[in-house]
């Protein structure tokens, strides 16, 4: 459902709804036990309301579902019933239009639709519900009262906010100040608002036997904020979803319909508060425990204190996200041994004590972990040797602590894995049993198990 056009409940499938439009009696079903007046009475799937100074708004265009619980007692079988209702304008109680929901099963809901054709939009209305059972009837629930509300909000509401003007750029840090208006909309209720276009659904869930569960909207303050009066206005204090840049928040307003009006937007600009990442050394070696020092854009720790980091890694071995806690003074240290064999990479932003999230600055290093393959009798590249004519290819580390080496001459052929020696080199003597093109593909591993990357050394026999 979308509040672009109004709206509508999200509900189970209710099945085939039987309604008879009546003036009088309804047929019953034949069924055995006394009837009790129904109960879990709702209209629209909100709770319908007893109280005639504050009756339930609800729209209406396409009819109103009217429903209850049917109640049958003494009954020595699997009865079954019916549930009249009737409804009518209180301002003229003769105007009486009915409906039925016949072939209910006692202890489900029942609902009936009120056409459309018979509820004037701005009226108030008066229902009441009774179960029927064979040629018995239950006495008539106390009523409900409902006010049609088919009208949306003729303005979209207005946004302000005092420490993000929508002209310029801002430094970030501070959560973001709103008053939101009605617009001059003297029956809006509340707002609803997101840092996306596409603004939350309200709707109403079903629960067991068919019973509606509804929820006060203005309960998740994540999307909603109920106006200080009838066509008030509401301030919110929030937090961006991200720590610079272009910001836009979405705002409607609500009627006591919970009918949206156009959507609005609010749209500010916030510099960079990304904290700054230092290793302990210029150039960390691949693997090797590296100090990391994570120090706060002076802003934002000046606003409010930096409590926190979150550390996102990529490219290595066990790519992972981690929180570090922060000094006093908005620093943190963290220790990390980089073993992406083509490098890796760090995402970093820091969390103030308000909620404030920076953007994230960015660190990495690159690494080249493949193994040097050298030959004197067939030069990388080039041509030598002959059918029949051995050679020795020597494999050399350019990371430390390597222990073997896995090697195959051309796409196919088995893998071979040799040791290294205590140099961390390994040689290994191969004969062509063909002239042409060959793909020598070496890796190395390491002693904790890393697999670095491939190199292909690429030379002819004659």
Not at 141 to 157: E, G, H, K, L, W
Not at 191 to 213: A, C, H, K, M, N
Not at 361 to 372: P, V
Request: net charge negative; hydrophobic share 35%.
């Amino acid at each position: 459902m979308s509040f672009g056009a109004r709206p509508r409940a999200v509900l189970a499938s209710l099945g085939t709804l039987g309604l008879v439009l009546a003036a009088a009696a309804s047929p019953a079903s034949a069924a055995d036990g006394t009837p009790a007046t129904p109960t879990q009475l709702f209209n629209g799937y909100r709770h319908c309301s007893t109280d005639a100074d504050r009756p339930s708004y609800r729209w209406a265009a396409d009819g109103l579902v009217v429903e209850g619980i049917p109640g049958i007692t003494d009954t020595t079988g699997t009865s079954r019933a019916a549930v009249r209702y009737q409804a009518w304008p209180v301002t003229d109680p003769t105007r009486i239009t009915t409906v039925t929901r016949d072939h209910v099963t006692p202890g489900f809901e029942a609902p009936a639709t009120l056409p459309a054709s018979a509820l004037a939009d701005g009226q108030t209305y008066a229902w009441q519900a009774q179960t029927v059972v064979g040629d018995a009837v239950s006495d008539w629930s106390a009523p409900c009262y409902v006010t049609i509300d088919n009208t949306r909000p003729s303005q979209a509401p207005t946004i302000t906010s005092p420490n993000y003007p929508p002209d310029g750029w801002h430094e970030g840090g501070e959560p973001v100040e709103f008053t939101l208006s009605a617009g001059g909309v003297d029956d809006v209720e509340g707002f609803e608002f997101s840092w996306q276009p596409d603004l939350p659904v309200i709707g109403t869930p079903i629960g067991d036997y068919g019973i509606p569960q509804p929820v006060d909207p203005y309960s998740n303050t994540k999307y909603f904020k109920r106006a200080d009066a009838l066509g008030g206005s509401a301030t919110l204090s929030l937090v961006p979803p991200t720590g610079s840049g272009p910001m836009t928040l979405w705002v409607r307003s609500l009627d006591r319909a919970h009918t949206g009006s156009a959507i609005t937007s609010y749209t500010f600009r916030v510099t960079s508060g990304a904290p700054t990442v230092t290793p302990a050394v210029p150039e960390p070696e691949f693997g090797e425990p590296t100090e990391f020092t994570l120090r706060p854009d002076p802003g934002l720790q000046a606003k409010s204190p930096i409590v926190s980091y979150s550390v996102q890694t990529s490219g290595g071995r066990d790519d992972e996200t981690f929180d570090v806690a922060a000094r006093a003074d908005g620093t943190a240290t963290v220790e990390l041994a980089l073993d992406g064999i083509y490098g890796e990479h760090l995402q970093v932003t820091s969390k103030s004590a308000n909620g404030w999230v920076s953007d994230a600055a960015w660190w990495s290093t690159s690494y080249d972990t493949t193994a040097t393959v050298t030959s004197d009798t067939y030069p990388e590249n080039g041509s030598g040797g002959g059918v029949g004519v051995p050679g020795t290819f020597t494999f050399a580390p350019k990371v430390k602590d390597v222990v073997s080496y896995t090697y195959t001459f051309n796409d196919g052929d088995p893998e071979v894995t040799v040791p290294a020696g205590a140099d961390h080199t390994a040689s290994v003597e191969w004969t062509p049993a063909t002239d042409g093109w060959y793909d020598l593909t070496v890796y190395a591993t390491t002693r904790s198990g890393i697999r670095l990357a491939p190199y292909d050394y690429f030379f002819t026999v004659n």
